[in-house]
């Protein structure tokens, strides 16, 4: 991928996330959301482009969307990502959970 191309691919997505938030945050879906972050990684011993690329990219949609998660979990071992994951949807099943007040009146 050209800069240019991971750039206008990266902005397609973070306009698509702004949309589908802004369609499915409401009372009628309640959503409860679930970033999944990129793994951490370690200065000097992750040199893989992609990595770093993805990296860079989820700490833009972290740091311009995180008011709108419940919920980060960081993707550095995919069992505990999905075990968190798992915990996380059984939590929301059974015990009350906020919403904000527009979404109640």
């Not at 991928?1 to 499915?24: D, E, G, I, N, W």
Request: glycine share 0%; proline share 6%.
């Amino acid at each position: 991928h050209s800069p240019s191309h991971t750039s206008l691919s990266s902005f397609s997505r973070s306009l698509f996330f702004t949309q589908a938030l802004k369609v499915l945050r409401t009372a009628e879906f309640a959503p409860f959301v679930v970033f999944i972050a990129a793994p951490t990684i370690t200065p000097g011993l992750n040199e893989d482009e992609s990595l770093q690329r993805l990296q860079k990219e989820s700490d833009i949609l972290q740091r311009t969307y995180a008011h709108y998660f419940d919920l980060t979990i960081i993707n550095n071992e995919i069992d505990e990502t999905i075990r968190h994951l798992e915990e996380a949807v059984e939590l929301v099943c059974t015990a009350p959970q906020w919403v904000p007040v527009s979404w109640v009146y």
